[in-house]
């Protein structure tokens, strides 16, 4: 399985950006995929979630903000980020889990290299 993330960048306040994920040998129509990011001294956290078909889910900072989806026919997994604050600074990851969908970083069992996504004010 290997992740491919792209897209990233430095914008302004209410700028807007979309993320790339590119998958190889990930069973898209059975994997759970995510979106997570990591800012400088902090955990990583789970920013959108694939899990069960047509079921995703939002953390409650970005929703009305990110959309995520996906073109299989590309192997794309997509993150649209508009109205980005400073606050969503930080490296932004795509994960693939095999087995489980939720917000911990444990369940996903391969990672992207992450793009850095700077927001300033």
């Known amino acids: 399985v290997q992740l491919l993330e792209s897209g990233g960048g430095s914008v302004q306040s209410g700028g807007s950006l979309k993320l790339s994920c590119l998958t190889s040998?990930?069973?898209?129509?059975?994997?759970?995929m995510g979106w997570f990011r990591q800012a400088p001294g902090k955990s990583r956290e789970g920013v959108a979630l694939?899990?069960?078909?047509?079921?995703?889910m939002y953390t409650d900072s970005v929703k009305g903000r990110f959309t995520t989806f996906s073109d299989h026919s590309k192997n794309l997994l997509f993150l649209k980020m508009v109205n980005l604050k400073p606050e969503d600074t930080g490296m932004y990851y795509c994960?693939?889990?095999?087995?489980?969908?939720?917000?911990?970083?444990?369940?996903?069992?391969?990672w992207g290299q992450g793009t850095q996504v700077t927001v300033s004010q």
């Open positions: 994960a693939a889990s095999g087995a489980f969908c939720g917000w911990e970083t444990t369940l996903y069992s391969s």
């Open positions: 040998g990930v069973a898209r129509r059975t994997a759970y």
């Open positions: 694939f899990c069960e078909s047509g079921d995703i």
